[in-house]
């Protein structure tokens, strides 16, 4: 399968989670909407990575090259599980403080 | 002997040292003693000194090296020759008498400003020694300003007095206007010859062009000009009378302002070399001795009388130096030296007795209540008037006798001067001492002598200025009273004593034969119109009556000093004032403090709209954020070079 298709794929997905960030108030569809970035970004790169060691396959029956940008892909999976629970904790928190879970009550720093 | 150099500057700055910081615990008796003792162990070592300079000559003390850097040497050194051993014992005698006299004079004053007012006196005495006892010219420099300093914190001692205050300031700056000329003479000398040490300069005149010479010496007579009040720069000197009288006495009188003659009487070898200089120097001379004698006519403060008088002598001093008389200015200086501080003293004892009271015109009849300072006081105004043969005679006979061989016209106008001198002298004594008390019931009834340790410096001062003269007798009148002929050419001792000094420049001069019989007649006309005017003087003003007329024409122009002051502060003082004025509310109000505050007030605007940016909406940030990533990256794509800007920029 052509690059494009995945990058047309992962483009489309991380401006539907930029969109998301940008213009809901609710804090939940926020977050879920970062997942989508950085599962867009997780795309590219595994896309990339198999890109690069098809061509690399070739003239090396041994090569590993793309194999970094797999590793990479676990840590942000790593990064976005730590960062789940935390941003999930925060939202509870904020739950019970306010009753909501919409970003605009939280435009005042004091009290 | 030559270890002992470095004591005669020494103990006065011991006596500085323990006055001045030990002034809040020390008794006023304790003060005085160290003041004076100081001096006076001072004035033992400069007679030791001065024995050991008359019996085997010069000494020349080095002690380190004061600037060393490339091709400059100049070390700290003392030269003790026989200029400078003359006016050690003047510096150091006179300065005690004045010491023990202030002890007496001052003792209304409150411990902690009594010993003040010593410190200040002892760092005077230090600085005038390093002034006469230097080796090079930058050393006399240091004393030259050290002099100038003390003046201006005497001047101002009473500092709680504005008037004195603005008197101090004026004599600092008119000093530092001289300075300047000084300064730029030993760059000159550094510049042409790398060295200031006398004896090296004078050795290698040869390798300066006479342009040179005539700009040193130049240079050097606007510094003496500053230092010894002459004209255009006086006007300092009779201000400068708002100090404390034993301070006029001191430093206004017998030591400081004569530092200008010294400087020339050492570089004499130089003046000789430059006659356009010398010529100048002869005329602002005399030029300054008749001026201030006119102003001194009409003078009624006691003390501005006698300070007008010193502007004149000095004029004097200047114009033997003029005339290649240098040993006759040096006895001018001499014997002035006693018969100003005599009178300044006895001026002192007046204003004490009188409780400071300085205007002659309610003073008359003292010489009932203060005779001692009666009697003193008129042995000042003969040896001051050059009546015979009392001490002034002999010196400014012989400053007149050279000026009569250099040009005729300078002798006539200089007679003219030495008999308005006579005149203000005896009206001024005339109107303090005799005649009838004018003064208040209350002031007569505290009239009184003044205590011994005032008297007796006046009665010494006055013995010294009665014999002072014969240290310098010309040789016509020795050989009137029949010496020989090998004793008349030794009867003036002076000139044979500061030979060494002068014995360069004389080599360059020729001798102009006198006739003795033309000098002598000279001396008795000149003698005889002095004792007239006396008569006159005398028969004018002893029955002065307080009259409330007020002076017209040439008399009140005279009373306010033909308006110098006025017409410096006009074309001077006033315009720096403007510029002062102007700097300090446009150029520093809107300029300076304009930017600064400019500055300020942008960051502040700045910040106060960035602030805006900062709404608190999340929404916003993260669309900011979005819109900048998104920014960069259209840059990145559309043109590498602002890419490769940002990287060079960060």
Not at chain 1, 5 to 21: D, R
Not at chain 2, 556 to 573: S, T
Request: neutral net charge.
């Amino acid at each position: 399968m052509p690059i494009q298709y995945y990058i047309y794929l992962a483009l489309s997905l991380f401006s539907i989670g930029v969109v998301g960030v940008l213009t809901r108030r609710n804090a939940i569809i926020i977050f879920m909407c970062i997942e989508l970035m950085l599962n867009a970004t997780n795309l590219l790169l595994v896309a990339f990575s198999k890109m690069h060691y098809a061509a690399a396959l070739t003239s090396n029956a041994a090569t590993q090259v793309g194999i970094d940008g797999q590793l990479f892909v676990f840590f942000i999976m790593v990064v976005a599980a730590a960062e789940v629970s935390v941003g999930l904790a925060i939202i509870v928190m904020m739950y019970r403080n306010t009753h909501s879970v919409d970003i605009n009550f939280l435009n005042r720093l004091k009290n | 002997m030559n270890n002992l150099v470095y004591l005669v500057p020494l103990f006065p700055l011991i006596g500085f040292l323990i006055n001045g910081l030990g002034r809040k615990s020390l008794s006023k008796q304790a003060i005085g003693a160290i003041g004076s003792a100081t001096i006076l162990a001072s004035f033992v070592v400069s007679i030791l000194l001065f024995l050991q300079v008359k019996s085997s000559g010069a000494i020349i003390a080095n002690y380190f090296n004061f600037i060393d850097v490339e091709a400059i040497k100049i070390p700290f050194s003392f030269q003790i020759d026989q200029l400078s051993s003359l006016f050690l014992l003047i510096i150091t005698g006179i300065g005690f008498l004045i010491h023990l006299y202030s002890t007496a004079y001052m003792n209304d004053e409150e411990a902690p400003h009594f010993a003040r007012y010593f410190a200040y006196l002892n760092l005077f005495v230090f600085s005038m020694l390093l002034l006469v006892m230097g080796g090079n010219y930058v050393i006399m420099f240091i004393g030259w300003e050290g002099v100038g300093l003390c003046s201006y914190l005497l001047i101002g001692f009473w500092f709680k007095n504005d008037a004195y205050n603005y008197a101090a300031k004026k004599a600092f700056i008119m000093n530092r206007i001289g300075d300047l000329g000084f300064l730029l003479a030993i760059f000159w000398l550094i510049n042409k010859l790398g060295t200031v040490t006398y004896g090296d300069v004078f050795a290698n005149v040869g390798k300066l062009t006479p342009q040179d010479i005539t700009i040193i010496t130049a240079l050097l007579f606007v510094g003496a000009m500053g230092k010894s009040a002459q004209l255009p720069l006086y006007t300092w000197l009779p201000d400068a009378m708002a100090g404390p009288t034993p301070v006029s006495a001191l430093i206004h009188a017998a030591t400081m302002v004569t530092a200008g003659i010294y400087m020339v009487a050492r570089t004499n070898l130089l003046y000789t070399l430059a006659p356009a200089t010398q010529g100048f120097i002869a005329i602002i001379g005399l030029a300054t001795a008749l001026f201030a004698a006119t102003i001194a006519l009409k003078q009624n403060d006691i003390k501005k009388v006698l300070a007008y008088s010193t502007v004149s002598q000095l004029g004097y001093m200047f114009l033997g130096l003029g005339v290649g008389a240098y040993t006759g200015a040096v006895f001018h200086v001499m014997t002035h030296a006693f018969f100003k501080a005599l009178l300044f003293l006895g001026a002192g004892s007046v204003i004490h007795a009188m409780h400071h009271e300085q205007d002659i015109r309610k003073m008359g009849g003292l010489n009932k209540y203060l005779p001692i300072t009666n009697i003193t006081f008129l042995l000042g105004c003969l040896a001051i008037a050059g009546v015979p043969p009392f001490s002034g005679f002999f010196s400014k006979d012989e400053i007149l006798a050279a000026a009569y061989l250099k040009n005729p016209i300078l002798y006539y106008l200089g007679v003219v001067g030495a008999l308005m001198t006579t005149f203000y002298m005896f009206r001024l004594y005339a109107m303090t001492f005799q005649g009838k008390f004018r003064g208040t019931h209350e002031q007569e009834h505290h009239l009184h002598e003044s205590p011994s340790a005032m008297t007796i410096p006046l009665i010494v001062l006055a013995i010294l200025a009665v014999i002072g003269g014969f240290f310098g007798v010309p040789e016509v009148i020795a050989h009137l009273f029949g010496a020989s002929e090998v004793a008349a050419k030794q009867s003036h001792w002076l000139e044979g004593y500061l030979a060494p000094v002068f014995a360069a420049s004389k080599a360059l001069t020729t001798e102009t034969p006198t006739n003795s019989s033309s000098e002598l007649m000279m001396m008795g006309v000149v003698t005889g119109l002095v004792l007239v005017t006396i008569a006159f003087t005398w028969n004018k003003f002893s029955k002065y009556e307080s009259t409330n007329a007020e002076e017209t024409g040439l008399g009140k122009v005279l009373e306010n000093k033909w308006y110098i002051d006025e017409l410096y502060n006009a074309i001077i003082v006033n315009p720096l004032d403007a510029l002062a004025m102007f700097l300090k509310n446009v150029v520093e109000k809107s300029g300076i403090d304009g930017l600064v505050n400019g500055v300020g007030n942008f960051v502040n605007y700045s910040s106060r709209q960035l602030r805006l940016i900062q709404s608190g909406q999340v929404g916003a940030y993260i669309l900011m954020m979005v819109l900048s990533m998104l920014g960069i990256l259209l840059l990145w794509i559309n043109d590498g070079t602002i890419v490769n800007f940002l990287h060079k920029l960060f």
